[in-house]
């Protein structure tokens, strides 16, 4: 993250949850006071946001939403990468196909059964 506020790209890593706040206050991430407790709670917190907003009125909204979310990630996942901010094992730009093959595979596999019972 302090890569990222070198280059000037740290502000579109920023979260919407209140516990990652102090990564974006203007002082260099690695210096702020936040702990494993933070991270988990920011982590928990960033998960059930995400949940909550998988799911759209229609099975075809959702699997849409979903597909347009991919490619916002990879897009953004691109211009860190351009700046140099590169997660190492933690960079999901790897499985980026993984997931749009596995929403392929899961909607003509279960698509029907979902479109009727949505």
Same mark, same amino acid.
């Given at each position: ?12 890593? #920023? @979260?919407? %949850? ?6 974006? *206050? &203007? ?7 936040? +702990? ?35 490619? #916002? @990630?990879? %897009? ?6 351009? *700046? &140099? ?7 999901? +730009? ?25």
């Amino acid at each position: 993250m302090d890569i990222a506020q070198r280059v000037g790209v740290l502000d579109l890593m #920023r @979260s919407t %949850t209140s516990y990652a706040a102090p990564l974006f *206050s &203007g002082a260099a991430p690695s210096t702020v006071a936040w +702990g494993e407790q933070e991270a988990f709670r920011h982590y928990l917190t960033a998960l059930r946001d995400q949940v909550a907003s998988a799911r759209n009125a229609t099975f075809e909204a959702t699997v849409t939403a979903h597909s347009d979310r991919i490619g #916002r @990630s990879e %897009t953004l996942l691109g211009r860190l990468a351009k *700046s &140099g901010v590169r997660g190492q094992d933690r960079d999901f +730009g790897n499985y980026i196909d993984v997931d749009r093959a596995a929403m392929v595979v899961f909607e003509r596999a279960r698509g029907g059964r979902l479109r009727r019972s949505w």
